[in-house]
Nanobody, 114 residues
Framework: QVQLVESGGGLVQPGGSLRLSCAAS????????MTWYRQAPGKERELVAR????????NYSDSVQGRFTISRDNAKNTVHLQMNNLKPEDTAMYYC???????WGQGTQVTVSS
């Protein structure tokens, strides 16, 4: 059974940083693209970042380019999202997603507020 478990969310002031993690199990993690999405209240879920199986292919949304960094550790079946210089508009529920598995985690809440 595919499982994705996110962690690392919380409340942070503008300009602060957070590091999200997603622990994956139940599939061959190292052969799959992994993504992070986010969804703010009243808004559609949006793709934040994507990383290819070996970490060489990476894409970011324009809104986070230069501030967020996606990475993965295939030995530990984990994917991370380092978020720096956070802004109030980054406030959202963040989800880990394995596109080819069609699986989603339960999400972790990120709130950026002073």
């Amino acid at each position: 059974q595919v499982q994705l478990v996110e962690s690392g969310g919380g409340l942070v002031q503008p300009g602060g940083s957070l590091r999200l993690s997603c622990a994956a199990s139940g599939f061959t993690f190292s052969l799959n693209d992994m993504t992070w999405y986010r969804q703010a209240p009243g808004k559609e879920r949006e793709l934040v970042a994507r990383i290819g199986p070996f970490g060489r292919s990476i894409n970011y949304s324009d809104s986070v380019q230069g501030r967020f960094t996606i990475s993965r550790d295939n030995a530990k079946n984990t994917v991370h999202l380092q978020m720096n210089n956070l802004k109030p508009e980054d406030t959202a529920m963040y989800y880990c997603h394995a596109p080819t598995m069609g699986s989603w985690g339960q999400g972790t809440q990120v709130t950026v507020s002073s």
